[in-house]
């Protein structure tokens, strides 16, 4: 049995207080390729930790036959922090209470700085190369002193997942069906995973330009290639993806084992698994450009009813739902339509029905870029 457990302390933000990460690790330190899976970063979205849970009764599994032919790294609850938000009954994990925002935002750039402290270092070897790029992040991050424990979250998660060859990051929407981010460059190698999960959209963005934790590791290595250009020989050697495992509601064994299957085969068709994971199955969806997927907002206050359902296919123009005011003099004027501003599937809807001006209301993934999305920009915070 290679497994191990460690606790992570994070400090103490306040007297008889302390959280700490649950990290589960399996095969042997520096073994290749190395997996890397959190769950629950914006720790109100559950049906990845479920997910993970079950991943890790498979992984015990695979530990006892001696399965284990890589490095492979879980933290089944990425957010202790948030983890703790419960006000007057309320869970709020997406941002963290004391100000500092979006979990899943401001991660630190590792790419700051990469360039002048590998060049000297490079040379016609690739894995000699990609090995100097690791122990400049590592020493990147080594660096930092963290003086909160949010800073402190960040700082050791990154600690975990800097090597790795893969970058797995569990969350899930509102209302919405499974879906899939990653860079356009290790599409389609790495198009398996939607397949194994049943997505129903694969967002492609090279740089969303809001330092998630996912990019934090896939986008050293792309900014560099593109800055030495032919030079050196720089891979694109950290995958790494956000998964959506739909909406907050979709927490189910039944759902959850079956994606941790699903997780379980993609590590074993990418050689950290031993075993026959079988042929992929069938994609569901092409991988789409990010700036091709719209969003519907609403354009006042009032309660969202839709008209159209999670995953169907609209046309730009159809009507998707109406803005009722419940104070309007005549309940005959009292509705607002809202259109969709593209053709496509309506991926995810918002979970709260009382909204206000500017809500993002549905998200609707097309084909053809959109003129009105800002260049690599995500679709909200």
Same mark, same amino acid.
């Given at each position: 049995?290679?497994?191990?457990?460690?606790?992570?302390?994070?400090?103490?933000?306040?007297?008889?207080?302390?959280?700490?990460?649950?990290?589960?690790?399996?095969?042997?330190?520096?073994?290749?390729? !190395?997996? #890397?899976?959190?769950?629950?970063?914006?720790?109100?979205?559950?049906?990845?930790?479920?997910?993970?849970?079950?991943?890790?009764?498979?992984?015990?599994?695979?530990?006892?036959?001696?399965?284990?032919?890589?490095?492979?790294?879980?933290?089944?609850?990425?957010?202790?922090?948030?983890?703790?938000?419960? =006000?007057?009954?309320?869970?709020?994990?997406? #941002?963290?209470?004391?100000?500092?925002?979006?979990?899943?935002?401001?991660?630190?750039?590792?790419?700051?700085?990469?360039?002048?402290?590998?060049?000297?270092?490079?040379?016609?070897? /690739?894995?000699?190369?990609?090995?100097?790029?690791?122990?400049?992040?590592?020493?990147?991050?080594?660096?930092?002193?963290?003086?909160?424990?949010?800073?402190?979250?960040?700082?050791?998660?990154?600690?975990?997942? #800097?090597?790795?060859?893969?970058?797995?990051?569990?969350?899930?929407?509102?209302?919405?069906?499974?879906?899939?981010?990653?860079?356009?460059?290790?599409?389609?190698?790495?198009?398996?995973?939607?397949? /194994?999960?049943?997505?129903?959209?694969?967002?492609?963005?090279?740089?969303? !330009?809001?330092?998630?934790?996912? /990019?934090?590791?896939?986008?050293?290595?792309? !900014?560099?290639?593109?800055?030495?250009?032919?030079? *050196?020989?720089?891979?694109?050697?950290? *995958?790494?993806?956000?998964?959506? *495992?739909?909406?907050?509601?979709?927490? *189910?064994?039944?759902?959850?084992?079956?994606?941790? @299957?699903?997780? #379980?085969?993609?590590?074993?068709?990418?050689?950290?698994?031993?075993?026959?994971?079988?042929? @992929?199955?069938?994609?569901?969806?092409?991988?789409?450009?990010?700036?091709?997927?719209?969003?519907?907002?609403?354009? !006042?206050?009032?309660?969202?009813?839709?008209? @159209?359902?999670?995953?169907?296919?609209?046309?730009?123009?159809?009507?998707?739902?109406?803005?009722?005011?419940?104070?309007?003099?005549?309940?005959?004027?009292?509705?607002?339509?809202?259109?969709?501003?593209?053709?496509?599937?309506?991926?995810?809807?918002?979970?709260?029905?009382? =909204?206000?001006?500017?809500?993002?209301?549905?998200?609707?993934?097309?084909?053809?870029?959109?003129?009105?999305?800002?260049?690599?920009?995500?679709?909200?915070?």
């Amino acid at each position: 049995m290679t497994k191990t457990i460690e606790r992570i302390s994070l400090g103490s933000m306040s007297p008889g207080t302390e959280r700490f990460l649950g990290v589960h690790r399996y095969g042997q330190k520096g073994a290749r390729p !190395k997996a #890397y899976v959190q769950a629950s970063l914006h720790s109100d979205e559950i049906p990845g930790m479920l997910a993970a849970h079950h991943l890790l009764r498979l992984l015990d599994a695979a530990d006892a036959r001696g399965e284990i032919k890589g490095e492979i790294v879980v933290v089944p609850v990425a957010n202790p922090i948030g983890l703790g938000q419960i =006000v007057n009954g309320s869970h709020s994990g997406r #941002y963290e209470l004391r100000g500092g925002g979006n979990f899943n935002r401001q991660w630190p750039d590792l790419c700051d700085g990469l360039l002048d402290a590998v060049r000297p270092k490079l040379g016609p070897d /690739e894995a000699a190369n990609v090995k100097a790029v690791r122990a400049a992040l590592a020493a990147k991050i080594n660096q930092m002193k963290p003086d909160t424990e949010l800073a402190q979250l960040k700082v050791e998660l990154a600690r975990l997942a #800097y090597d790795a060859d893969m970058v797995l990051d569990l969350h899930c929407d509102d209302e919405a069906l499974m879906h899939v981010y990653m860079q356009p460059v290790h599409w389609p190698d790495f198009q398996d995973l939607a397949a /194994e999960l049943g997505a129903v959209a694969s967002l492609l963005c090279a740089d969303s !330009k809001a330092c998630s934790f996912d /990019e934090t590791f896939s986008l050293p290595w792309t !900014k560099l290639a593109e800055a030495i250009g032919d030079k *050196f020989p720089i891979p694109a050697a950290c *995958f790494a993806t956000t998964v959506e *495992f739909r909406g907050q509601a979709d927490v *189910f064994d039944e759902m959850a084992s079956a994606d941790a @299957a699903g997780l #379980y085969r993609f590590l074993q068709r990418h050689g950290a698994l031993a075993g026959d994971p079988g042929a @992929a199955p069938a994609l569901l969806c092409a991988g789409t450009d990010l700036e091709a997927t719209d969003i519907a907002r609403a354009t !006042k206050a009032g309660i969202i009813a839709y008209k @159209a359902a999670l995953g169907a296919t609209v046309k730009k123009g159809d009507l998707i739902g109406e803005l009722v005011d419940p104070l309007a003099d005549d309940p005959a004027k009292a509705r607002t339509e809202i259109r969709a501003g593209t053709d496509g599937l309506i991926l995810s809807r918002c979970l709260k029905k009382l =909204v206000s001006p500017g809500d993002g209301v549905a998200m609707i993934v097309g084909t053809s870029k959109l003129a009105h999305r800002k260049p690599g920009a995500l679709l909200g915070d």
